[in-house]
């Protein structure tokens, strides 16, 4: 009964939209390359793949690493399940959170637009026994993350183009 009621409450589902003024092809390009993230993507310590991405995407692995404004750590590794060239990456991830997650592309009346599904749970025995009473500090903390990253992203996009 305690294991079932403290299980509920290690379970997250987020939702984000990033929608950028970039065409979808420098939108993917950014995606795909994770080394580059930490350069962008304030509170991301590291981003590193052994196998090189994207050609043959299923099945290669990156990961990240996380550092929250709450200053905890996060590791995450993915193996990518399924993608889709320009359009889609499903991403299967273990470490500190496990689950999966869901990146869709797609152009838009106002720019590209980038949907991201993360369905996890944690996976750290501290954070597991802590999600009933932080379970809403966890999940402002996440949307935190995801807003400097969309931030940091459009600037980044924003480079890019301007160098261009």
């Known amino acids: 009964m305690l294991f079932s009621w403290l299980d509920r409450w290690r379970n997250y589902r987020f939702e984000d939209e990033w929608v950028v003024e970039a065409p979808v092809e420098k ?3 950014s995606i795909v390359n994770v080394e580059d993230w930490p350069i962008w993507w304030q509170g991301l310590e590291f981003s590193y793949s052994a196998d090189k991405l994207p050609l ?9 690493g996380w550092k929250s404004p709450l200053r905890y750590r996060l590791e995450i590794n ?11 990456i499903i991403a299967d991830i273990h470490g ?3 689950g ?4 869709r592309i797609q152009e838009s009346r106002t720019g590209t637009r980038s949907c991201f599904s993360l369905a996890v749970r944690t996976n750290t025995t501290w954070m597991s026994l802590f999600s009933p009473f932080l379970k809403g500090c966890f999940t402002r903390n996440h949307n935190r993350i995801m807003a400097k990253g969309m931030h940091g992203f459009s600037l980044h996009l924003a480079r890019m183009a301007a160098a261009a």
Request: hydrophobic share 35%.
């Open 100 to 103: 999966v997650c869901t990146c």
């Open 78 to 88: 993915a193996v990518i399940r399924e993608s889709s060239s320009h359009a889609l």
């Open 96 to 98: 500190d959170i496990e």
């Open 27 to 29: 939108v993917w390009d």
């Open 56 to 64: 043959g995407m299923q099945g290669k692995r990156y990961t990240t």
